[in-house]
């Protein structure tokens, strides 16, 4: 079992990350929901706070939606504690490669909504440094701001477009038809978080022999 710390993504508050957390602890795991401000973020603070929850016991996960997905991966790559590793981080819906949605604002001169997140990654690509695996979740249900803004047909969850949730430093990628913030509530999405902190991989449906035919 692992201890997990979960960030939330922008505009959010840790409270919603609880029925996800809640279905984790039921797996056994211990997990702890860090709120931070999403629109000031003070990345040296937030990195204390996660390294003060972090076991010298257990392995240790860092599991991210969104925006905090890009927070979990810029932590990975800071912390250097050799008696608090990281196993591994989980992603949901995270922008990886800079949100589409965030440079459309930009572009429209609305990127101060966006406060200082902008300049932890949601318009860069995050860059994996650590030797940790990483698991990336994507939703495909568009349901969100991006299909009307945003006229390009890619599949996405509404928010952040599939192709933005990779990385060539992925261990795994999976994707699941539910949006953006319906990720967070799905069992489904629990389910694989739990067999991804087990086994370093996603449990993807087995093709039957017709299929593969």
């Known amino acids: ?8 993504g922008l505009y959010m508050h840790g409270v919603v990350m609880k029925p996800l957390a809640d279905r984790l602890k039921k797996k056994g795991h211990t997990v702890q929901v860090i709120s931070y401000n999403s629109l000031r973020i003070n990345e040296m603070v ?8 972090l076991s010298v ?11 905090g997905g890009i927070l979990a991966v810029h932590f990975a790559n800071y912390h250097q504690d050799i008696n608090t590793p990281i196993d591994s981080i989980v992603t949901i819906g995270s922008p990886l490669q800079g949100a589409s949605i ?14 200082s997140s902008k300049r932890q990654g949601l318009v860069d ?13 994507a939703g495909t249900l568009p349901i969100g701001l991006r299909p009307p803004m945003i006229r390009d047909h890619q ?25 953006h913030t319906s990720l967070l509530y799905a069992t489904e999405t629990a389910n694989q978080v739990d067999y991804f902190i087990e086994n370093h991989k996603f449990k993807k449906e087995e093709k039957s022999e017709e299929e593969v035919a």
Not at 57 to 67: D, Q, T, Y
Not at 102 to 113: P, T, V
Not at 125 to 137: F, Y
């Open 155 to 179: 599949p996405s969850d509404g928010t952040v477009t599939v192709q933005e949730t990779l990385l060539p430093e992925l261990t795994d990628h999976l994707c699941l038809n539910y949006s």
């Open 46 to 53: 937030l990195f204390k706070r996660i390294h003060s929850c």
């Open 1 to 8: 079992m692992a201890n997990i710390v979960v960030l939330h």
């Open 125 to 137: 690509v995050a860059k994996l440094t650590a030797n940790c695996p990483i698991g990336s979740i």
């Open 57 to 67: 016991s257990k392995k240790n996960v860092v599991l991210g939606h969104s925006l």
């Open 102 to 115: 965030a440079k459309e604002l930009q572009s429209k001169k609305l990127g101060f909504i966006l406060g």
